[in-house]
């Protein structure tokens, strides 16, 4: 998992539950984020963050709510589920010191929302 | 706004054949490009990268990338497939200016067959 842990891998959840997906990392990599896959779209970044107590939007931010109060964590928060959220999350982390590296990817995190 | 476009869905493919996959992007800013291999029910792995210098960028299991600015393309090509590469394939683009956000195409599954 290239150092990025997601949990849960799975989970079912009703229409307007709440729920807080984690994701840590074993490194001390500034940069985490937040991607969404859906079938035939690729991945869209949800939110993103530049280190600890620095996140910002991305694509497709709605529903959704960060924060990272430690470097090593950063999790995914849904406040009122909805079935357009049902999806696989992926968490990933910069390789590196600078800033052109390649991300690395969790495995992710299966979500169906009923 | 960046984009990128990878035009087949699919590419059924036999054994030990050459295969070529496709991807355009689109960007008014220079970017950095990427290919990534996401094998079944697992997170994303970087294939290979283009950040600067030679066009023809190689990477891992045999896979290699041609970079052609004028043509605005990306394509991942490889010699010789084997079974185990039957996986879907990801390009994705990054501004230079921001470069830890990710843009994906809508990937392509690649499907080798005995």
């Known amino acids: 998992n290239a150092g990025v842990t997601q949990t849960p891998k799975f989970q079912v959840l009703k229409t307007g539950q709440s729920m807080t997906l984690q994701c840590a990392q074993d490194m001390n990599h500034e940069y985490m984020s937040w991607y969404r896959q859906d079938p035939g779209m690729g991945l869209r970044l949800i939110h993103y963050s530049v280190g600890a107590g620095i996140t910002d939007q991305g694509e497709v931010p709605n529903g959704y709510n960060v924060s990272r109060s430690t470097t090593e964590d950063f999790p995914l928060r849904l406040l009122s589920a909805a079935p357009s959220q049902t999806s696989v999350y992926f968490c990933?982390?910069?390789?590196?010191?600078?800033?052109?590296?390649?991300?690395?990817f969790g495995d992710g995190t299966r979500l169906s929302i009923l | 706004a960046q984009s990128v476009t990878q035009l087949d869905s699919q590419v059924p493919v036999f054994e030990e054949a050459p295969v070529e996959l496709r991807c355009n992007y689109s960007s008014s800013v220079s970017v950095y490009l990427f290919w990534y291999v996401q094998y079944p029910n697992q997170g994303l792995q970087l294939l290979l990268k283009?950040?600067?210098?030679?066009?023809l960028v190689k990477g891992i299991n045999g896979f290699e990338a041609e970079f052609n600015k004028s043509q605005t393309s990306f394509h991942l090509r490889k010699p010789s497939v084997h079974i185990s590469d039957t996986a879907e394939y990801f390009c994705?683009?990054?501004?230079?200016?921001?470069?830890?956000?990710?843009?994906f195409g809508s990937g392509t599954r690649l499907l080798v067959r005995p």
């Open positions: 990933a982390r910069e390789t590196g010191g600078r800033s052109n590296q390649p991300q690395h």
């Open positions: 994705a683009v990054t501004r230079m200016d921001s470069s830890y956000k990710l843009i």
């Open positions: 283009y950040l600067s210098g030679s066009t």
